[in-house]
């Protein structure tokens, strides 16, 4: 079978790999259909010094195919069945995992296509507890999109921000996978939602998919711009993903009691922190990283009710460096798939 494996820092293979083997009681045999990039996926790319791994590695972290073999035990799941896969190999059995909480498990093995084997491969075998079903009427483009992005922005506006009806949020990024996720779930909970982007043409595609306001934060100071638009107010919540270009500046467009959920640092990982500010201002800072196998449920039946992820393009296997070079660029708009 073919399988796209990372054999140097910024260097991919399309090898011939053996077949897995018939699987055992509780898994099933997934047939990879298509498989979405995410930054996490250009950081392994680039070559990351804490992350342990061997090479060559599997890449592929988000995807979405059908059952191709089901163990005896995984009886609720059958050929042809469509399905999305949880990218963490969680134990099942700690407290986290017991209570739900999947991406903090005590004992997890490693995110598939970054510590170890990932999706981009024509077949795998996974513990069918780690499987999801795809509702109808839910292509697996758009599934493929619904573990990372769209689970991740589950978890960081509902479970953590606990964002409400109502609130203004600012949403860094809009453009990117996790951006226009969060614009049209914060807009279809009857949000404000005001968004920077890195382009006018940008910001053009962010006001269709429903941004009230966009800032393009190369020609103004968004903090500046969003306390105008808030009138001197500030926002309920900043989604964050951006790291050490906006994190200041995102803590000065908070209100009172205002919180910041972040889930990325693309510009770089340290930051200072105003602390006077941070208590006086009564400010809540979330950190979140990943989801839930509920996040993933919750994100695919959004989708079966018609709130999509927008898609900038669709790759062959073979061009997966080419979409990883394009998500690096930021030319991207939405998310960007790997279909085989
Ligand atoms: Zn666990």
Redesign the pocket.
Known sequence: MRALTLVADRRLALVDLAPPPPPDAGEVQIRVRAVALNHIDLWGFRGMAFAKRKLPLVVGAEAAGEIAASGPEATLLKAGDRVVMYGGL?????K??REGR?NL????AGIMGFHVDGFARELINLPARLVVPVPSGVSLTDAACAPIAFATVEHMLFDNARLEPGETILVHAGGSGIGTAAIRMAKSLGCTVITTVGDDEKGEKAKALGADHVINYRTDRFEHAVRKITGKKGVDVVLEHVGADTFSGSLLSLKRGGRLVTCGATSGPTTTLNLMQLFQQQHRIFGSFGASMRNIRDALAKMQAGLLPVIDTEVELADFDRGLERLESRRVFGKIVVTF
């Open positions: 969680t134990c099942g059995h700690c986290a995992c999947d498990c005590e004992n997890i």
